[in-house]
């Protein structure tokens, strides 16, 4: 089992930053990847950012240049760093594991708002 908690949410204007973070615990090290989603009111959860057990990352096209996926040496923390923030990023974010036999994990989620 793993356990997955985010902290970090929050208020924002339009061109600030944000750092999320997620803690892990449990049996962290059956986790392939991690990653951050997020699901904005009326739409699909969508993948944000996902970071390997080996450190490769991916970003979806909206966040590329703006967002930042890191992951401590330990693999007990993800980060996600969230700079020139826009009111289209305004959505819950979610921690999100998935472990080598495909089971995943998910936060609570943690509430982002960018407005003016």
């Known amino acids: 089992q793993v356990q997955l908690v985010e902290s970090g949410g929050g208020s924002v204007q339009p061109g600030g930053s944000l750092r999320l973070s997620c803690a892990a615990s449990?049996?962290?090290?059956?986790?392939?990847?991690m990653g951050w989603y997020r699901q904005a009111p009326g739409k699909q959860r969508e993948l944000v950012a996902a970071i390997t057990s080996g450190g490769s990352t991916n970003y979806a096209d909206s966040v590329k240049g703006r967002f930042t996926i890191s992951r401590d040496s330990a693999q007990t923390l993800v980060y996600l760093q969230m700079s020139s923030l826009e009111p289209d990023d305004t959505a819950v974010y979610y921690c999100n594991g998935e472990s080598y036999s495909r089971r995943v994990y998910w936060g609570q989620g943690t509430q982002v708002t960018v407005s003016s």
């Open positions: 449990g049996s962290i090290f059956s986790l392939s990847v």
